[in-house]
């Protein structure tokens, strides 16, 4: 299994601001993924995180709103760009295994914007 | 697209079997049945899986009917910690590299 931290753990944001999100791993993971949960909500995939190539984004999200970084096989960085209250939620990053039966979530990033 | 549907919530009393259904009439013959469950404030952990067999881990048991168009995750003596979502997804052993669709799930509550 994969053990997953994310940075930071929880924070409260002003409006137009931006966070950066971390993610490490503690083995080389070739899929890693992040997910955004609302209040309430399930968890939506934002975009994946390709090592040495832009992330791949799902409909809805864009990089200049959610920019990915992937510098290697453990890492990842999230940023959330001119935040507003709807933004405020929890961001997860996800890797799969080897082989790639299973995912393995972080603890998750509890984001409010004010 | 929604390949699964489970209740929208559910009790179980402490001490008793939990039974949690999923519904996946559309599965495909290379799709995996997961289960994970998300504790209030946490990432989804993963409890289980299985293709056509029945499976058993120190968790949980998940039975699949023949048809494999439905199955029920079983934790055999609810705890209080049991209380969660838990999430029913099926996913291609094809599929390398794609993420796990997560739906509403079922909202268990483990009552004292």
């Known amino acids: 299994s994969a053990v997953i931290s994310q940075k930071p753990s929880r924070d409260i944001c002003q409006r137009g601001t931006s966070l950066t999100i971390q993610c490490q791993v503690d083995?080389?993971?070739?899929?890693m993924f992040w997910y955004r949960q609302q209040p309430g909500q399930s968890l939506t995939l934002i975009a994946t995180?390709?090592?040495?190539?832009?992330?791949?984004?799902e409909s809805g999200f864009v990089i200049d709103k959610f920019p990915i970084s992937r510098p290697n096989l453990t890492f990842s960085t999230l940023t959330v760009s001119n935040m507003s209250p709807e933004d405020s939620s929890i961001y997860l990053c996800?890797?799969?295994?080897?082989?790639?039966?299973?995912?393995?979530f972080g603890p998750g990033t509890r984001l409010t914007v004010t | 697209d929604a390949k699964t549907t489970q209740p929208t919530s559910m009790d179980c009393a402490e001490g008793r079997a939990a039974n949690l259904p999923c519904n996946h009439s559309?599965?495909?013959?290379?799709?995996?049945v997961y289960w994970y469950r998300q504790i209030h404030s946490q990432g989804p952990q993963y409890i289980i899986h299985?293709?056509?067999n029945n499976e058993t881990n120190e968790m949980a048991s998940l039975i699949i009917t023949e048809d494999r168009k439905s199955s029920t995750l079983i934790l055999p003596h609810a705890t209080l910690r049991d209380t969660a979502v838990y999430y029913c997804?099926?996913?291609?052993?094809?599929?390398?590299?794609?993420?796990?669709?997560f739906g509403p799930g079922t909202r268990l509550s483990v009552l004292p």
């Open positions: 996800s890797v799969t295994g080897t082989p790639a039966l299973q995912q393995y």
């Open positions: 083995s080389q993971v070739t899929m």
């Open positions: 995180a390709n090592q040495g190539s832009e992330a791949t984004y």
């Open positions: 559309t599965i495909s013959g290379n799709e995996y």
């Open positions: 299985g293709l056509k």
């Open positions: 997804i099926v996913r291609s052993s094809d599929n390398y590299g794609q993420n796990f669709v």
